[in-house]
């Protein structure tokens, strides 16, 4: 049974995480402090240490340094909710194994861990890892693909319309749109990008601590606080907070925000001293807030308050000219984290991927493509290792878009050409080849527009 220490100060979150961890068939330890760490480190040895990157007597960059000195095949994963990057990087330089932002999904936790365990932990492989890890986060404004679709074009310019202004922004967009990169991108192209960009996902704040998360506390202030804590906001300081799917909070919740937007100002749980903030709010949600607040579960007040501007996350079926953009830039990452070198898709998996509706939009892709990276036993990826709902989508269409290998391809070039309303530039992108070639298919079939 592999063992692993969580070091947290944060009580409840720590006796979450233990239990959770439990479940899964682990030896969990916990201690809330360093000092409490210091001597359990020193007498086990323990397969991977979860540790806060600030504690009480210490942060956790100090005590990685002592972790690693005592047993170097420990793998540690440092946990921040202070969305701070440079921190990051120096704790995988000296290092650490990797680093997740609070709160994450209980899920991607467990995956760190995993891929922790199987790390191997030789010299060279440390080296290669610190190089790939530091890399994504230097260059992390490459990270939002721009596509060449209508669709994605609109939403470009209104990012770069409101980027620069101090106006909050609704990003509204079916689950998996991509929501989270669109505030993203708005942040690093505004003046704020050298300050910090917190993502907060609201549906996964408890309620009962919900006041805490978002203003911080003070030590003694409920019981659990053990020490004091800063919240989202305060943490967001100079920068952007981004509240993604902003629906699921409270009343309660949704009245103390709109106060601290107002005012620019909150007072952390069990403080009577207010402390003043500067911070840009873009929100994000799935649902018709406009709708919510007809039937009285969303306030009105604060529903205009963040939506001084909105930016609509057009879903996949709508930028179907920017699929392979973005499957490609998956496939790239998935080699990355996957050591592979996949360098391709077969022809029956591009027609397979155009011909299905992806529901679950961006994030269903990245999923896909990075399930293909994993399977694939050559240096393509081929339909036999795709999920049958998307191979299946290939073999019951209509039409094909691709490379021509259709004896009907006469009537998909008019149906191209209608749907780009004439464009030949967008019809020869929908049909996935080039101008020069599309001339000379309207030659051939004598077509004229």
């Known amino acids: 049974m592999f063992k692993i220490l969580i070091v947290e100060d944060d009580v409840a979150f720590c006796t979450m995480l233990k239990t959770f961890l439990q479940k899964k068939d682990y030896e969990v330890s916990t201690a809330f402090s360093g000092n409490e760490a210091l001597p359990k480190i020193k007498q086990s040895t323990f397969d991977i240490v979860l540790s806060d990157v600030r504690l009480p007597d210490t942060d956790g960059i100090t005590l990685l340094d002592e972790i690693l000195e005592n047993n170097p095949s420990t793998q540690v994963i440092i946990m921040t909710g202070y969305a701070e990057v440079n921190m990051a990087v120096n704790a995988?330089?000296?290092?650490?194994?990797?680093?997740?932002?609070?709160?994450?999904?209980?899920?991607?936790?467990?995956?760190?861990?995993?891929?922790?365990?199987?790390?191997?932990?030789?010299?060279?492989?440390?080296?290669?890892?610190?190089?790939?890890?530091?890399?994504?986060?230097?260059?992390?404004?490459?990270?939002?693909?721009?596509?060449?679709?209508?669709?994605?074009?609109?939403?470009?310019?209104?990012?770069?319309?409101?980027?620069?202004?101090?106006?909050?922004?609704?990003?509204?967009?079916?689950?998996?749109?991509?929501?989270?990169?669109?505030?993203?991108?708005?942040?690093?192209?505004?003046?704020?990008?050298e300050k910090p960009f917190v993502a907060v996902d609201c549906g996964a704040v408890p309620k009962e601590i919900a006041s805490s998360e978002f203003f911080g506390?003070?030590?003694?202030?409920?019981?659990?606080?053990?020490?004091?804590?800063?919240?989202?906001?305060?943490?967001?300081?100079?920068?952007?907070?981004?509240?993604?799917?902003?629906?699921?909070?409270?009343?309660?919740?949704?009245?103390?925000?709109?106060?601290?937007?107002?005012?620019?100002?909150?007072?952390?749980?069990?403080?009577?001293?207010?402390?003043?903030?500067?911070?840009?709010?873009?929100?994000?949600?799935?649902?018709?807030?406009?709708?919510?607040?007809?039937?009285?579960?969303?306030?009105e007040d604060l529903y205009h308050r963040l939506n001084e501007f909105s930016i609509k996350a057009p879903p996949l079926k709508d930028r179907i000219e920017d699929l392979m953009l973005f499957a490609n830039h998956f496939l790239e990452e998935s080699n990355i984290e996957l050591d592979k070198h996949v360098v391709g898709f077969a022809d029956e998996v591009l027609e397979a991927f155009k011909k299905y509706d992806w529901p679950g939009n961006l994030r269903e892709l990245k999923n896909i493509v990075k399930r293909s990276v994993l399977l694939a036993q050559s240096d393509m990826i081929t339909s036999d290792i795709l999920?049958?709902?998307?191979?299946?989508?290939?073999?019951?269409?209509?039409?094909?878009?691709?490379?021509?290998?259709?004896?009907?391809?006469?009537?998909?070039?008019?149906?191209?050409?209608?749907?780009?309303n004439g464009n030949k530039a967008k019809a020869a992108r929908m049909l996935s080849i080039d101008r020069k070639t599309l001339y000379n298919k309207l030659k051939q079939y004598d077509i004229s527009l």
Do not use: C
């Open 92 to 193: 995988i330089k000296q290092g650490a194994f990797d680093y997740v932002s609070k709160p994450f999904n209980p899920d991607t936790i467990l995956q760190t861990i995993e891929k922790a365990l199987n790390h191997t932990s030789d010299t060279n492989t440390k080296n290669k890892k610190v190089s790939e890890k530091i890399k994504p986060l230097q260059n992390s404004n490459n990270s939002f693909v721009r596509g060449v679709s209508d669709a994605s074009k609109k939403l470009n310019e209104y990012v770069a319309l409101v980027a620069p202004t101090r106006m909050s922004v609704l990003v509204v967009g079916d689950s998996g749109t991509g929501k989270e990169y669109v505030a993203s991108s708005i942040h690093k192209a505004s003046k704020r990008s």
């Open 217 to 299: 506390h003070i030590k003694g202030s409920f019981t659990g606080a053990v020490n004091d804590k800063i919240g989202h906001f305060e943490a967001a300081n100079g920068g952007t907070l981004f509240l993604d799917e902003i629906g699921n909070l409270s009343y309660e919740l949704q009245v103390q925000l709109l106060r601290a937007l107002q005012e620019r100002k909150i007072k952390p749980v069990g403080s009577n001293k207010e402390v003043e903030v500067d911070i840009r709010v873009i929100a994000a949600t799935n649902e018709d807030l406009s709708n919510a607040v007809k039937e009285g579960e969303f306030r």
């Open 387 to 420: 999920p049958s709902d998307i191979a299946f989508a290939s073999h019951n269409a209509k039409q094909t878009y691709g490379l021509f290998k259709n004896q009907n391809e006469q009537e998909l070039i008019l149906d191209a050409l209608e749907k780009a």
